[in-house]
């Protein structure tokens, strides 16, 4: 099952227009995502606003993580203040993975940006999160904080942009979407042998455990007659049918 270092801006000195910090906001969007990636079963590691940028990458870099993700909001430069908009979500020009990750990101945020046309992948060897983490790395910069209408959609859309970008991780990982539900515990309910649990929802997928009858395990989402489990520390796909809730 997938795995990403997630990272929120710990930049609290970066003021929005209407008061609070791009810290706080990234952060909030950062909590918000966690029910979706539970429940579609994308593990993560995260940063804390005590980290740094240069904290955050050092820590995905002691990691094997499928993305680095950034979360970040932008500022006009100076002379230009308040007069920006739009979206950019940048990546490596030499990466492959990292590219289809922004492509897939950005063309799922045109649904929501309000200007769909401002919403771009851009490429760039510059930010220290895009250039320096070893796993494919995308750094998203939602809106200009800076700006009274993006500051706004931020500010009042922040399980809207969670739910969008979690969207896009399932499509780029190749899983299914799953919408939250409290986690649950289930026991193991085979007659004989053991249940298989698979890195997708799908009996040819390959298995990467075993659970045998009587084991307990926690139900963390549900799609298509599968459960998304965690098993001992091991998140995968099991036959809902063989686990009693």
Known sequence: MPIIYLSPSTQEYNQYVSGGSEEYYMNLIADAMIPYLRSSGIQYVRNTPEMTAASSIRQSNQGNYDLHLAL??????????????????????????????????????????PIPGLVKAVPTTYLGEVRQPKAPSVFIEFAYHDNVEDAAWI??????????????????????????TPPRRGT????????????????????????????????LGEWQGWYVVNYDGTVGYAKADYITV
């Open 72 to 113: 970040h909001s932008n500022a006009a430069a100076e002379g230009q203040y308040g007069t920006m908009r739009g979206t950019d979500v940048y990546y490596h020009p030499n990466s492959t993975r990292g590219k289809r990750a922004a492509d897939i990101i950005t063309q799922n945020l045109k649904a929501i940006y």
């Open 188 to 219: 193991v309910s085979v007659r004989s042998g053991s249940l298989n649990i698979r890195s997708k929802p799908s009996t040819s997928a390959p298995i990467i455990a075993s659970a045998y009858k009587g084991d307990s395990l926690i139900v």
């Open 155 to 180: 500010v009042n859309n922040i399980e809207t942009i969670a739910k969008n970008v979690v969207l896009s991780l399932t499509e780029y990982f190749g899983i299914p979407f799953i919408m939250p």
